[in-house]
């Protein structure tokens, strides 16, 4: 559901390979000025699928689009009905090594900044200040009419307030959190409307078929800009929201570094892929750095 349209994308011959040396993604980090810019694979260890791997939920789920969801009554019920299941899980998810590692290498003023295309919130959760969330969060809800935002854990309140004993049991979880329930399991599943004027809410995301707004991505642009190096964390960058700026990045002679499990879409303008597991591999930089990576932080939302 979020983040924009899928591209037809197959690794091409020749790039490449991937590393399990971390080395050089702990010099550039040691030198500091370090763009992070993440994605679903960061997430997966803290139980969150990712779209794209090999199991990944856009296998066995399409998810809705933006025209869908303001055009169809009955595609917005489905949408809640599912999402607001989802939150349950997501919503007591827990960051991971990876993303502790992340808030760790700030702290030490290593980062520059991080752009995030996850709309979990683990990344502050964890710690880390100041994060863009390229694709929105969905612990907020914005009114399509009137503009207003209101608290995800608001809605949620009200949903199961109008759905008294809603509790189907899911198929399976995707990253935007939504579950995998049948149109029988959705049933007649009340939506709620905005508090303000009766408007149709939408999660404050960016759905497949929907923009980034243009003002987030030039901040975005400009923290490229003023980057010494980019540092891309669990993502395959089949999409061009987050590719744009590995090509920013490469164009303007800046190093790439990409730490992803799978082959991705930047992995030619990358001086190196480090195929590991993102816990793991950050774990290891930290170090490689002498910088602990511990600590638990409370559930979000």
Sequence with gaps: MHMRPTLSWTPAEGLPPGTTDVAPVADVLGVGGVLVVSGAGISTESGI???RSE????SRHTPMTYQDFIGSAQARRRYWARSHLGWRTFGRARPNAGHRAVAAFGRRGLLSGVITQNVDGLHQVAGSGGVVELHGSLDRVVCLSCGAFSPRLELAMRLDEAN???EPVAAGM???????LTDEQVGGFRVAPCMACGGILKPDVVFFGEAVPPRR???CRELVREAASLLVLGSSLTVMSGLRFVRQAAQAGKPVLIVNRDATRGDQHAVTRVALPLGAALTAVAGRL???VDGEAAPWG
């Design 49 to 51: 699928p990712d779209y």
């Design 55 to 58: 199991g990944g939920s856009l």
């Design 217 to 219: 991505v030039q901040h």
């Design 290 to 292: 002498g910088i602990p």
């Design 174 to 180: 995707n990253p935007d959190g939504d579950a995998d």
């Design 164 to 166: 008294p004993g809603f």
